[in-house]
């Protein structure tokens, strides 16, 4: 009963969210997959590490096409975005928690400033 409520909420919450908040949603995402992946690592349960990290790499590929190309900037979001892309497939292979420390502090960064953003941008309205 818990459960079914709470996958209510979660879907609720997605649906009716606005594409700002959808985004700082998928940086969460990818935190919390990565967070787990890293966990499992320790566990050396591989099978539960390569699910997380390919949960990262589908939010990565979301995130990819969804950027308005007709912003300059969604150029360099792109470029980082394939290089955390490459980043987490290595780790996958390699199971190394150093590159997915690497890529979840390039995630923090990405939401911390999203999240600033938005803040700013809810100012100016």
């Avoid at 990565?34 to 050396?44: N, T, Y």
């Avoid at 997380?52 to 900037?73: A, D, F, H, T």
């Avoid at 990405?110 to 100012?123: G, H, P, Q, S, Y």
Wanted: with cysteine; charged share 30%; proline share 2%.
């Amino acid at each position: 009963m818990l459960q079914n409520a709470a996958q209510t909420y979660q879907n609720n919450s997605v649906t009716t969210a606005t594409p700002e908040e959808l985004t700082l949603m998928l940086y969460n995402g990818a935190i919390k997959f990565i967070k787990g992946a890293r966990s499992f690592l320790d566990e050396k349960r591989m099978d539960k590490v390569h699910e997380n990290c390919i949960k990262v790499e589908n939010i990565l590929e979301e995130l990819m096409s969804s950027l308005n190309q007709s912003y300059p900037i969604a150029k360099d979001f792109i470029v980082m975005y394939e290089y955390m892309l490459r980043r987490i497939v290595e780790a996958n292979i390699r199971k190394d928690a150093e590159i997915l420390i690497e890529v979840e502090e390039l995630f923090t960064e990405f939401r911390d400033t999203w999240k600033e953003a938005m803040v700013l941008a809810k100012k100016q309205r």
